[in-house]
T-cell receptor
Framework: DVKVTQSSRYLVKRTGEKVFLECVQDMDHENMFWYRQDPGLGLRLIYFSYDVKMKEKGDIPEGYSVSREKKERFSLILESASTNQTSMYLC???????????FGPGTRLLVL | GDSVTQMEGPVTLSEEAFLTINCTYTATGYPSLFWYVQYPGEGLQLLLK?????DKGSNKGFEATYRKETTSFHLEKGSVQVSDSAVYFC???????????FGTGTSLTVIP
């Protein structure tokens, strides 16, 4: 079974803090994704990565950055957290183009 | 651009009722279509998928048929159970696999 893990299930941070969300997959998948999920808006793509050290902006990259130094790990960084970044963050990975995406359990982030 | 529209919820059904959750899509070319399910407190799991017109995806009693003529991929189940209570997301992947779009999700509650 594919396993995608995220470093925290729940996180509380203060405005202005730098926040790191970590995602690890154990199936040697090429592609990895970060989404945020908000009520009524569904999932929106923040960033994705096709391969190590590669990254592409998704639909809502503002206020976020990412890092992929190793194939199995994809980090989402909030340089200076703001209250409008309070959300559920979902990481996903897939073997390649046209393949199924597998999701982690999500990190619910609250920014105070 | 490509997009997915699914029926808004919430949907409440009695156990053993018939379920339909509508999903229509807009896409250039021939996308792959997916249904994902999100149980409370968890990430998304792939429920079923179809990669070409007239394909039927099925899993756990759920079915959806890729209808090119109506650009639809409606999710159906003949007899729902309490354990089917979850949020269901319709999704589309374009032919290149570079773009992935999710609907806004439909919350289903099944009551005994």
């Amino acid at each position: 079974d594919v396993k995608v893990t995220q470093s925290s299930r729940y996180l509380v941070k203060r405005t202005g803090e730098k926040v790191f969300l970590e995602c690890v997959q154990d199936m040697d998948h090429e592609n990895m994704f970060w989404y945020r999920q908000d009520p009524g808006l569904g999932l929106r793509l923040i960033y994705f990565s096709y391969d190590v050290k590669m990254k592409e902006k998704g639909d809502i990259p503002e206020g976020y950055s990412v890092s992929r130094e190793k194939k199995e790990r994809f980090s989402l960084i909030l340089e200076s957290a703001s209250t409008n970044q309070t959300s559920m963050y979902l990481c996903a990975s897939r073997r390649g183009l046209q393949e199924t995406q597998y999701f982690g359990p999500g990190t619910r982030l609250l920014v105070l | 651009g490509d997009s997915v529209t699914q029926m808004e919820g919430p949907v409440t059904l009695s156990e053993e009722a018939f379920l339909t959750i509508n999903c229509t899509y807009t896409a250039t070319g021939y996308p792959s279509l997916f249904w994902y399910v999100q149980y409370p407190g968890e990430g998304l799991q792939l429920l079923l998928k179809a990669t070409k017109a007239d394909d039927k995806g099925s899993n756990k009693g759920f079915e959806a048929t890729y209808r090119k003529e109506t650009t639809s991929f409606h999710l159906e189940k003949g007899s729902v159970q309490v354990s089917d209570s979850a949020v269901y997301f319709c999704a589309l992947s374009d032919r290149s696999g570079n773009q992935f779009y999710f609907g806004t999700g439909t919350s289903l509650t099944v009551i005994p």
